[in-house]
């Protein structure tokens, strides 16, 4: 059974940073595509980073680029976030995603989803 559970949010300081991990179970990473994207209340969900199957190709959220990192290790079966210089309107749900054929950085476009964890910013 295919599988993505995350870890890592938590609540956190303006300015301070968290690093977000993805473990999938039940297929290899390797060749998927994989996104992290974020919901904060009576919003939509959107795409904050993606990243091509072959991890040659990352895209950032405008609002993220320069602060947010997405990396994946192989062996591990895992996608990380790293997010630094957090900000309160960086609060929401984060979830990850993976698809075989995804080519954009849209919920739609992801077939396969963890359950989500919440990140906090607030003093």
């Known amino acids: 059974q295919l599988q993505l559970v995350e870890s890592g949010g938590g609540l956190v300081q303006p300015g301070g940073s968290l690093r977000l991990s993805c473990a999938a179970s039940g297929f290899t990473l390797d060749y998927y595509a994989i996104g992290w994207f974020r919901q904060a209340p009576g919003k939509e969900r959107e795409g904050v980073s993606c990243?091509?199957?072959?991890?040659?190709?990352?895209n950032y959220a405008h609002s993220v680029k320069g602060r947010f990192t997405i990396s994946r290790d192989n062996a591990k079966n895992t996608v990380y976030l790293q997010m630094n210089s957090l900000k309160p309107e960086d609060t929401a749900v984060y979830y990850c995603?993976?698809?075989?054929?995804?080519?954009?950085?849209?919920?739609?476009?992801?077939?396969?989803w963890g359950q989500g964890t919440q990140v906090t910013v607030s003093s």
């Open positions: 990243s091509s199957g072959s991890g040659a190709s990352t």
């Open positions: 995603a993976a698809d075989r054929l995804a080519a954009i950085c849209v919920p739609s476009a992801y077939d396969y």
